[in-house]
């Protein structure tokens, strides 16, 4: 059941977050000359996260809308926490240890590079153990506050865990009760509320439409492959020319959902984002939205600080930390990953006992 080229959008989201850091709010503050209007869709970070949030919705509730299994549900809920914690616990240690060490430089970078709306925001606090400690495992999940955060990237892991949660409730509602209805309810409520969860709803949407399709079992036809190109290109246009309604996150949500199905009914589409590049970003999408802060507060800023120092333009010192940042987020994302493989297995690990001890103990009423 699991759909491969959810990864692959997961991969090239992580991929524009990326590049909406290190290029839009950074590179192209030092060096305007890099604001073309056809690298806002491809450093659209904002867009990018809900990607994520869409894909979890659909990626969550998909095994269940094709069994119905409650069981499933609960596995995965147990399992959320440590599943997002693990990772995000490392990183943290990872950033305080660079910012002990004295390596943060974007202080520095900020003011020449136009950047202190952004770079200038981060690290204001002073360090402790006591405050990673708290940020990464109750923080960032249920109090995150971004003038106390140790990674600016993080701000998605509350809405993320409480958006899986809403996914995991509305699945155990549907057990007694008919799906849509409870769609229709939910969709009024998050819309009111003016909320990013609105995305996993739409996610799940998106899960109930590619069941539909595999029971058909048919290929996409010309009709469906140009209607499917029509919204992946009214996303992209959206992207570029649309940033007035960027405030609204229901905006947003529509955006993602809408490029998700097109993807969905476009065979082509389906087959750029199952290709090795694709998936080799998707399977590092995780770790390397995770990491890429680190570095560019770090390496990037330090980089840029230290080439203006020896004379060189402004655009020469943005093009070339560009060029020399990317290969390093992708190694620390790569080398990274073993950390997101055990998360997995732990945490998979760790619902599997529970249930297990629950079942015991439940089999003699039986």
């Known amino acids: 059941m699991r759909k491969a080229y959810l990864d692959g959008i997961r991969g090239w989201a992580a991929l524009m977050v990326l590049l909406s850091h290190l290029v839009h709010n950074f590179a192209a503050q030092a060096a305007p000359a890099l604001n073309k209007p056809v690298l806002l869709f491809p450093t659209d970070g904002a867009l990018a996260v809900y990607f994520f949030f ?13 069994t119905g299994s409650v069981r499933d549900v609960t596995s995965l809920a147990i399992r959320r926490y440590p599943r997002l914690f693990i990772p995000i616990a490392v990183a943290t240690a990872m950033s305080f240890i660079v910012w002990r ?6 202080h520095q970078a900020a003011p020449v590079a136009n950047s202190d709306w952004w770079l200038g925001t981060f690290y204001n606090f002073p360090p402790s153990i006591w405050g990673a400690v708290k940020f990464a495992t109750f923080d960032v999940f249920f109090a995150y506050n971004s003038e106390a955060t140790y990674n600016s990237a993080f701000w ?19 057990a007694p009760a008919k799906r849509w209805p409870v769609y229709l309810t939910s969709f009024v409520i998050l819309l009111f509320l003016k909320t990013p969860m609105l995305a996993f709803l739409l996610g799940m949407v998106a899960a109930e439409i590619d069941r539909q399709r595999d029971a058909k079992d048919k290929a996409p036809h010309a009709m ?22 960027y405030d609204d996150p229901r905006a947003l949500a529509f955006a993602a959902f809408v490029f998700v199905i097109a993807v969905m009914h476009v065979e082509r589409a389906q087959r750029f984002f199952l290709n090795r590049v694709s998936q080799a970003l998707g399977k590092i999408s995780f770790p390397l939205y995770l990491t890429h802060m680190i570095l ?13 120092a020896t004379g060189m333009s402004k655009q020469a010192a943005s093009n070339l930390m560009v060029a020399s940042t990317l290969p390093a987020v992708f190694l620390l994302a790569w080398c990274f990953y073993p950390v997101e493989s055990k998360a997995i297995a732990l945490s998979r690990g760790f619902s599997d006992r529970l249930l297990g001890q629950h079942d015991e103990q439940a089999a003699p009423a039986r």
């Open 54 to 66: 869409v894909v979890s919705g659909f990626a969550l509730s998909t095994r269940f809308v094709n």
């Open 101 to 106: 060490a004295g390596l943060i430089f974007s």
């Open 156 to 174: 998605t892991m509350q809405v993320e865990l409480f958006g899986s949660m809403l996914v995991f409730g509305l699945m155990t509602v549907f």
């Open 224 to 245: 469906e492959n140009i209607v499917g190109y029509i919204g992946i290109s009214s996303v992209v246009a959206f992207s570029t020319f649309g940033r007035g309604w």
């Open 296 to 308: 560019i507060c770090s390496l990037s800023s330090y980089l840029y600080v230290h080439w203006l």
